[in-house]
């Protein structure tokens, strides 16, 4: 009898830790596979109380050309679609008249931030500033509800209740 039981309870724990080890697979595929849509800026941004101006001219390269790489020029903005939260971005500052690269910037970025909120700043990156995150002035943290119908009028010409009179109209 004692035998029955401790393989009853041998099976219970193995299940367990079965489903234990499925869900931290779970969790991790989650977290791995997660899309971001990142925002991408080049305007003139002031962070920390450094001004940065945006780069004239460059090329954006994600993940080493994992995410097809695209042109940005002064005050643009990108939204790009990231899987996963670890990512490489390369900014190369590019000479409009010759084409040449006068400057490349790698950054290791982490999306551990609302990236609805804030958007990651190319003249930031150009400058190797510590913080390359801007907020997103398009933002809004509670959505604006819009009632479907419109207010009705309970009270009187005058907008009060009952007729305008106050303490029952004596």
Known sequence: MA???AAAARRMVIRALSVLALAALAVLMYKIGR???MIIDNGSVVI????YAAMDYGTVIIDNGR???????ADDRVIKKMVGAEHVLTVKVINEDDDSVIKTVERR???DFNTRAEMISIPAITNEAENIRVPNPLY???PVAIPDDPPSSG????GLPGGGMIDGGF
């Open 155 to 158: 009270g009187t010409e005058d």
């Open 35 to 37: 899309e971001f849509d």
């Open 3 to 5: 035998r029955k039981d």
């Open 109 to 111: 970025i982490t999306l």
């Open 48 to 51: 920390d109380g450094r001004e």
């Open 67 to 73: 995410i097809k790489d695209f042109d940005m020029w």
């Open 140 to 142: 809004s943290p509670e």
